[in-house]
């Protein structure tokens, strides 16, 4: 009981100073504990959350007319929704992500990988000991590997892949005016959306602590650590959650997030995707970054009161099946 008790404080006293850098969290609040409190909440993408399609035309269609339609959606839709992995010859032969399994920024690089169908594996870095990355001298999350090579900062990660595996007449294929959007789209998603998200995810102690249950479950802690973190981390974030709000000018978490979700449509225009008939990389910062949070209360309320869940059915089925490397 003393062990835990010592623990809580020591994790508490590094809670106390707020700056969102990525992957470092507040840079007021201890690296090592808070960068989990913020970013993680949970993460995996589909299998156990059931999806739903409606076809309004069922019920006038004989069971005939509706397997025909059904295979002429499957059939236009099939290059839209299909992922799109590189040339065999471009594949990286080992990435490996260190990454902490909720964290927004590491989810922005998980839906890259995940869309283009590049397997990589999975480091789960402990946030308070930080031991998987103490090889690095960049001592935030992502970190991600490629054949060996240190990439760092998930925008910069995103980037050097995108060159480094689809060629530059792909990198240079798209016009200025599509360039310019998806950059700006892509910026809006690290400079704003993501101070929307913590405020959100622990807006009062219920949401908290759901918060928390997720991170002790999906995070990398011993079995003291997690009794510890759920509780104390969860009183703790609660706090720092307003102090959030008050950096970032939000008066109604709520409304901040809605906001976001419904800025975002705005700039869909009518668009399948940000990118068109498939995402683009912004489409894929937007998906990454609101992955975590889908399925807590704040994720199921933006759904429910923005127009954002239509895009974001389309992204999952899009993205697909996880490319990690189950060990």
């Known amino acids: 009981m003393r062990r835990a008790s010592t623990l809580a404080s020591s994790v508490l006293s590094r809670t106390l100073t707020p700056t969102l850098h990525e992957g470092g969290a507040l840079s007021s609040i201890n690296h090592r504990f808070l960068l989990v409190a913020l970013y993680s909440t949970t993460s995996n993408t589909g299998s156990s959350h059931s999806r739903r399609i409606f076809n309004p035309f069922s019920s006038s269609l004989g069971v005939a007319g509706a397997l025909v ?33 909720a964290c927004p920024f590491c989810n922005k690089v998980k839906a890259y990988l995940d869309y283009y169908d590049i ?56 016009s200025d005016k599509d360039d310019d959007e998806e950059i700006k789209w892509r910026r809006w998603v690290d400079n704003h959306l993501v101070h929307v998200l913590s405020p959100n995810i622990y807006r009062n102690t219920s ?3 759901e918060s928390f249950d997720y991170i002790t479950s999906n995070g990398n802690f011993s079995f003291t650590e997690k ?27 709520r409304a901040a997030l809605y906001e976001a979700a419904e800025t975002w449509v705005d700039a869909l225009n009518g668009r399948e995707f940000l990118g068109g008939s498939k995402p683009n990389l912004a489409d894929l910062a937007v998906f990454g970054v609101l992955r975590p949070i889908r399925y807590l209360r704040s994720g199921r309320d933006m759904v429910e009161q923005t127009r954002i869940g239509d895009w974001y059915t389309r992204m999952e089925n899009a993205v697909g099946e996880s490319a990690r490397i189950k060990a």
């Open 207 to 209: 949401e908290a602590l």
């Open 227 to 253: 009794i510890t973190v759920k509780y104390a981390g969860a009183a703790a974030m609660y706090f720092v959650s307003k102090k959030l709000k008050k950096k970032y000018n939000i008066t109604d978490e």
């Open 119 to 174: 397997p990589y594996k999975v480091v789960e870095v402990n946030p308070i000991s930080k031991k998987e990355i103490k090889w690095s001298d960049y001592k935030k999350v992502p970190i991600l590997t490629v054949d060996g090579e240190q990439l760092v900062d998930s925008s910069a990660i995103i980037d050097k892949l995108r060159n480094k595996i689809h060629g530059k007449e792909i990198v240079e294929s798209a």
């Open 69 to 101: 339609s059904a295979a002429v959606a499957a059939s236009l839709s099939q290059d839209v929704l299909a992922k799109e992995p590189p040339r065999a010859e471009l594949v990286p032969k080992e990435v490996v992500l260190y990454q902490y399994e």
